[in-house]
C-alpha cells in the first residue's frame, strides 16, 4: 500500500510528522505496514468481481488485491479452505463425542518451551485430546502420534515428527 491508500487519521499524522523529522518514506511506511490499522480494515472480499462484491461503487477504502483469489465465495466452494475448516472445528465441538471433554476438560500446556509450537491437552474422565499448532510460516520439529488425528488443516498428515507452516492437527492419546 502506498501512504495515499491509508484513511487512519493518526497514520497519516505521524506519517506527516516523522516527514518533517527526516524520517524517510520507505522506513515509515516499514513501520506503518507492521502497525497501521488500515491493512485490516479492507472492505470484505465476497467474491471475484469489481470491489470484492462488497459494493458497486468505490469503496471508501481500497479492496485488497487478492480479491479474486480470495474471497467468501471460493472458500465456501474449496473443501480445504479455512472457512470450511472452521466448520468442521464448530461441529466438532458441538456434535462430537468429544463435545463434553471441548467444553469442560482441564487444560494443559504439553509444550512449554517450544516457542514455534503451542501444545495442549485437554482432560475429561477418561478422554483426552491433544492440539498441536505451529503458527510459524517455516515446519517445525514436534513429535505427535499420527495414527489417531481426529482434525487436521492439511489434507495429509504424513509425518510424526514435524508440522508444517500453520499446521494444527488435533488427535486422540
Known amino acids: 500500500m502506498f501512504i495515499e491508500d491509508y484513511r487512519d487519521i493518526e497514520i497519516l499524522n505521524m506519517y506527516e510528522d516523522r516527514i518533517k523529522r527526516g524520517f524517510s518514506h520507505d522506513d515509515i511506511m516499514q513501520s506503518i505496514h507492521h502497525i497501521g490499522r488500515d491493512n485490516a480494515r479492507t472492505p470484505m ?5 469489481t470491489y470484492g462484491g462488497f459494493s458497486e461503487v468505490t469503496p471508501w477504502i481500497g479492496v485488497n488485491k487478492n ?5 467468501a465465495k471460493s472458500q465456501m466452494s474449496d ?3 479455512v472457512f470450511n475448516y472452521y466448520k468442521q ?8 463425542q468429544f463435545k463434553d471433554l471441548i467444553r469442560k476438560g482441564n ?7 517450544n516457542k514455534d509450537v503451542f501444545a495442549y491437552q485437554r482432560k ?3 478422554q483426552v485430546l491433544n492440539v ?5 510460516p517455516y515446519e517445525v520439529a514436534f513429535k505427535f502420534d499420527n495414527s489417531n488425528i481426529l482434525l487436521s488443516n492439511y489434507s495429509q498428515t504424513e509425518t510424526c ?13
Open 161 to 173: 515428527v514435524s508440522l508444517r507452516p500453520y499446521e494444527a492437527i488435533v488427535y486422540v492419546s
Open 45 to 49: 472480499q465476497w467474491e471475484d468481481t
Open 107 to 113: 487444560f494443559e500446556l504439553i509444550e512449554k518451551e
Open 132 to 136: 498441536v499448532c505451529n503458527f510459524r
Open 124 to 126: 475429561f474422565e477418561q
Open 89 to 96: 472445528l464448530i461441529f466438532f465441538r458441538r456434535n462430537s
Open 67 to 71: 480479491y479474486k483469489e480470495i474471497n
Open 79 to 81: 473443501d480445504r479452505s
